[in-house]
């Protein structure tokens, strides 16, 4: 006999109300679904009721994820964040009578620096693409605008033509939650945009589409299409390390800090709601820290 499954009803009027209350993406809320169906599945086949939780059926739960699943601790972190949200709606809705999932904290998560690259190594991937091409000329723009705009993949594939000034050099991003920022991008860009625009982008645009970067039956780039992209690019290099779009953020961001640039700036640049969340780019390279020590401290060299 097939387990019936609580909670249906409730998790999909939650994810309503996250894409259309609380303006979350798509990409967000399909985390939301997973990790709630995974924990709404394991209370089912416990014999529990979601809505009568204890203390202890949660603990239960934590060791079922980080013994049985091997969870990682980051991944079970983000799941009782999942879940202390979807628990604190069923409160204020008065489905449950209170968030047991206050109650319980994450296991302490090991900090990692970003991950990023040196200046050289995006120089090397900035020779691979053909741009005798149009895909070629698309690919370089996608190189230089994660670069210098510092956006998510997300942002970068929701470019029209019509968001961008030209004359200002500046972009209209739609951010997280629906927020609108404007970016900046410099000439290396610049030149790679006019090229794409004056020529392969009218090969590509076979849909007449306004979005800027097109796949190659000239549809909208997806997200998935630009990491497939970025594979293929690395994989033309000398350089032995996973690429992601994020991790070219992570380079835009840490690259203008060991240059100097103040943190609020970088968070504005970035599109954080918080100075909390930019701070995770206050780490400097080992080589900018010996510099800024032998220049800036009196005793550090001696007077010839």
Do not use: W
Not at 43 to 51: A, T
Not at 243 to 253: E, L, V, Y
Not at 278 to 286: A, D, E, N
């Amino acid at each position: 006999m097939e387990m019936e499954v609580q909670g249906k009803k409730e998790l999909n009027e939650f994810l309503e109300y996250l894409k259309f209350q609380k303006n979350y993406s798509d990409y967000t809320i399909r985390s939301y679904q997973n990790d709630i169906c995974e924990f709404l599945n394991h209370v089912s086949s416990e014999g529990l009721s979601f809505k009568k939780l204890e203390y202890s059926d949660i603990r239960f739960y934590l060791m079922f994820l980080k013994d049985e699943k091997c969870d990682d601790n980051s991944s079970i972190d983000r799941k009782l964040s999942a879940l202390r949200t979807f628990y604190k709606y069923l409160a204020n809705e008065g489905i449950v009578s209170s968030n047991v999932f206050s109650l319980v904290s994450g296991p302490k998560k090991s900090k990692k620096l970003p991950r990023y690259f040196e200046y050289n190594e995006l120089e090397e991937m900035f020779l691979v693409p053909d741009t005798h091409t149009a895909l070629g000329q698309r690919d370089l723009l996608l190189l230089e605008m994660l670069y210098a705009t510092g956006c998510r993949v997300g942002e970068l594939v929701s470019i029209k033509v019509s968001d961008i000034d030209f004359g200002r050099r500046n972009i209209l991003i739609l951010g997280k939650g629906n927020k609108e920022r404007y970016v900046t991008y410099g000439e290396y860009c610049e030149d790679a945009l006019m090229n794409y625009l004056n020529d392969g982008y009218h090969s590509l645009n076979c849909q007449n589409n306004g979005y800027l970067f097109l796949n190659h039956n000239g549809g909208v780039l997806t997200e998935r299409g630009v990491r497939y992209i970025l594979d293929h690019i690395i994989k033309q290099t000398s350089i032995h390390k996973n690429i992601s779009p994020h991790m070219i953020r992570h380079s835009f961001a840490t690259h203008l800090l060991n240059e100097g640039c103040d943190l609020l700036t970088v968070q504005k640049l970035l599109g954080h709601e918080s100075i909390k969340a930019t701070q995770i780019y206050t780490h400097v390279t080992t080589d900018r820290l010996k510099e800024v020590y032998f220049r800036s401290f009196p005793r550090a060299k001696k007077d010839d």
